[in-house]
């Protein structure tokens, strides 16, 4: 069964869920957070831009560099946590701007994006674009690049995400908003020496055989088997390899969240590809 995306003409974020308007209370378990005990359209109504990143420490050094770009009275250093209750993700805001970190995996990034996604809507927000921030690894690009995706692909280089729905594989759509990621190209070019390119990104499942490394525990192939791989992973337009990007592609698609882009650098924080967001941020 194939799933298309989907965008709500209110710019509102959608949830495709028929059974959430008959809960009482929904508590957004692993951010602490519920309808019942927090004021989210209160806390969250005027959130702007989501930026998701693996790290909480890099979240937060991302929420207080925002802090400081936004001008916002108050001491950057002193972003709080609003997930502090929870040890699973952590969550800072900097204005209209929305910092959390989603661990590693798709597993990981895919119950923090249900619950985001859930926290927007509960919230009303509008108009929200979201950016993944994260690491990766580059595949035959200058080291220290960032790469832009447009698409995110699966380890058979294909655009889709498969999700195990009570035992049948729905697939979804991995494509990201196209014109964000020009947008964010041209935002890169106002920085001086600072290697960026748009290209797809490739997700897997693991970070040692599932990227053709030798050094895990586990190894099945040989050293040329894995250079080949790697070479038609490129061949297919593949750029740089990560763990989250087909899953955060394809809930962020079908959810409405506008013009989702996945923007990734080799190396993080990148002082320039976290300005180049910045000043995407401030262009929109
Ligand atoms: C990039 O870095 C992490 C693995 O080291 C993983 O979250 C990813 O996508």
């Known amino acids: 069964m194939t799933e298309t995306t989907g965008y709500s003409g209110s710019g509102l974020v959608l949830v495709k869920n028929p059974h ?27 959130i702007k831009f989501v930026c998701v990143g693996g790290s909480p420490n890099r979240m937060r050094a991302f929420a207080q560099f925002m802090h400081r770009e936004l001008g916002l009275a108050g001491d950057a250093e002193d972003v709080a946590d609003i997930c502090a209750g929870s040890d699973r993700y952590a969550m800072y805001r900097a204005g209209p701007v929305l910092s959390i970190s989603h661990g590693m995996g798709i597993p990981s990034i895919s119950i923090m994006l249900h619950e985001l996604i859930k926290l927007l809507h ?14 990766s690894g580059g595949l035959g690009i200058e080291a220290g690049s960032v790469v832009i995706t447009d698409t995110a692909v699966d380890s058979s280089f294909q655009p889709r995400f498969e999700q195990v729905v009570l035992g049948d594989v729905v ?8 014109e964000l990621a020009e947008e964010l190209l041209a935002c890169s070019r106002e920085i001086p020496d600072f290697p960026t390119l748009i290209g797809h990104t490739m997700c897997t499942y693991d970070f040692y055989e599932g990227q053709g490394r030798l050094d895990g525990a586990l190894c099945s192939f040989s050293s040329e088997k894995k250079l080949a791989y790697l070479r038609r992973a490129y061949d297919a337009g593949v750029r740089n390899i990560e763990m989250e990007s087909t899953a955060f592609a394809a809930l962020c698609g079908m959810c409405g969240l506008k013009a989702p882009a996945d923007h990734i650098p080799t190396t993080f924080p990148s002082s320039n590809s976290v300005k180049m967001v910045k000043t995407l941020i401030f262009s929109l």
């Open 20 to 46: 959430l308007d008959l809960l009482e209370e929904d508590v957004l378990y692993h951010l602490d957070l519920g309808t019942k005990t927090h004021n989210l359209p209160a806390m969250f109504g005027d």
């Open 122 to 135: 509960h919230a009303k927000c509008r108009d929200v674009t979201i950016i993944r921030i994260g690491t």
């Open 171 to 178: 697939v979804r759509s991995t494509e990201l908003d196209k």
